[in-house]
C-alpha cells in the first residue's frame, strides 16, 4: 500500500492509537516546518494532531526558561509532559524542539509509550547561512550566548527511527519519510 492507501486505510478503522513524533535538530534546520507539513496531511485524512513547536510553548508555558542546561532540560520535560498526556488521548503529537542533549531525549522516550525520534539534520553551515531568525548572526557577534552549534553543544541522536538530510531532500521527501514512519507505527499499533 502507498501513503495515501495506508492514510485512508486509517480513516476508515476512524480510531487510530496515539504517538509522540520527536523532531531534533540545529535552529533552522527544518524541524517546524517539515512538523507543520506533516500535520497538514494527517489532518487532511481526518486525524487527531497536535503540534507542539517549542518556539511557540517558550511564549507560553516555557516563558520563564532561558537556554541553560537545566532549562533546557525542563523545557523538554514539560514538552515531554504534554506530549505524553495527549498521545494517551489518541493523539498524534509532532514536537519540534532543539532537544541538543541526548539524555533530554532519551528521557522523553522512556516516559512516553509510544515515541518516534525524527533526526532534522543539515550542517551548521547551511543552517547558519539559512538564519531565518538572523540569530546565528547575533550569536556569531556574542550577542546571544549559549546557542546550539557555536557555543552549546548538539547532541544528533544515535538510533533515530527517521533521520532526514534538509540540505539534500526535499521538503516533501522529508515529509513522505516521516509520514511513512508514522503510518507504520500507527498500523502496527492498532
Ligand atoms: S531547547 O534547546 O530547549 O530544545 P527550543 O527548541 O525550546 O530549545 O528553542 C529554540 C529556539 O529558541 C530557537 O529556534 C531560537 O529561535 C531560540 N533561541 C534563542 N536563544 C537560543 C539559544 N541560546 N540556543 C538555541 N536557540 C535559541
Given at each position: 500500500?502507498?501513503?495515501?492507501?495506508?492514510t485512508?486505510h486509517?480513516?476508515?478503522?476512524?480510531e487510530?492509537?496515539?504517538l509522540?513524533?520527536?523532531f531534533t535538530g540545529?535552529?533552522?534546520?527544518?524541524?517546524?516546518?517539515?512538523?507543520?507539513?506533516?500535520?497538514?496531511?494527517?489532518?487532511?485524512?481526518?486525524?487527531r494532531?497536535?503540534?507542539?513547536?517549542?518556539?511557540?510553548?517558550?511564549?507560553?508555558?516555557c516563558?520563564d526558561?532561558?537556554?541553560?542546561r537545566?532549562d533546557?532540560?525542563?523545557?523538554?520535560r514539560?514538552i515531554?509532559?504534554?506530549?505524553?498526556l495527549?498521545?494517551?488521548?489518541?493523539?498524534?503529537?509532532?514536537?519540534?524542539?532543539?532537544?541538543?542533549?541526548?539524555?533530554?531525549?532519551d528521557?522523553?522516550?522512556?516516559s512516553i509509550?509510544?515515541?518516534?525520534?525524527?533526526?532534522?539534520?543539515?550542517?551548521?553551515?547551511?543552517?547558519?547561512?539559512?538564519?531565518?531568525k538572523g540569530?546565528?548572526?547575533?550569536?556569531?557577534?556574542?550577542?546571544?550566548?549559549?546557542?546550539?552549534?557555536?557555543?552549546?553543544?548538539?547532541?544528533?541522536?544515535l538510533?533515530?527511527?527517521?533521520?532526514l538530510?534538509?540540505d539534500e531532500?526535499s521538503?516533501?521527501?522529508?515529509v513522505?519519510k516521516?509520514?511513512?514512519?508514522?503510518?507504520?507505527?500507527?498500523?502496527?499499533n492498532?
Amino acid at each position: 500500500m502507498n501513503n495515501v492507501s495506508e492514510t485512508r486505510h486509517i480513516r476508515v478503522q476512524r480510531e487510530h492509537p496515539g504517538l509522540t513524533v520527536w523532531f531534533t535538530g540545529l535552529s533552522g534546520a527544518g524541524k517546524s516546518t517539515i512538523a507543520t507539513a506533516v500535520s497538514v496531511e494527517l489532518l487532511l485524512y481526518g486525524m487527531r494532531v497536535q503540534v507542539l513547536d517549542a518556539d511557540w510553548l517558550r511564549q507560553n508555558i516555557c516563558r520563564d526558561l532561558g537556554f541553560g542546561r537545566d532549562d533546557r532540560n525542563e523545557n523538554i520535560r514539560r514538552i515531554s509532559f504534554i506530549a505524553k498526556l495527549l498521545s494517551s488521548h489518541n493523539i498524534v503529537v509532532l514536537v519540534a524542539a532543539i532537544s541538543p542533549y541526548r539524555i533530554a531525549r532519551d528521557e522523553a522516550r522512556a516516559s512516553i509509550t509510544d515515541f518516534v525520534e525524527v533526526h532534522v539534520n543539515a550542517p551548521l553551515a547551511i543552517c547558519e547561512k539559512r538564519d531565518p531568525k538572523g540569530l546565528y548572526k547575533r550569536a556569531r557577534r556574542g550577542e546571544i550566548t549559549s546557542f546550539t552549534g557555536i557555543d552549546d553543544p548538539y547532541e544528533a541522536p544515535l538510533l533515530a527511527e527517521v533521520c532526514l538530510n534538509t540540505d539534500e531532500e526535499s521538503l516533501q521527501a522529508c515529509v513522505d519519510k516521516v509520514l511513512q514512519s508514522i503510518l507504520e507505527r500507527l498500523s502496527t499499533n492498532s
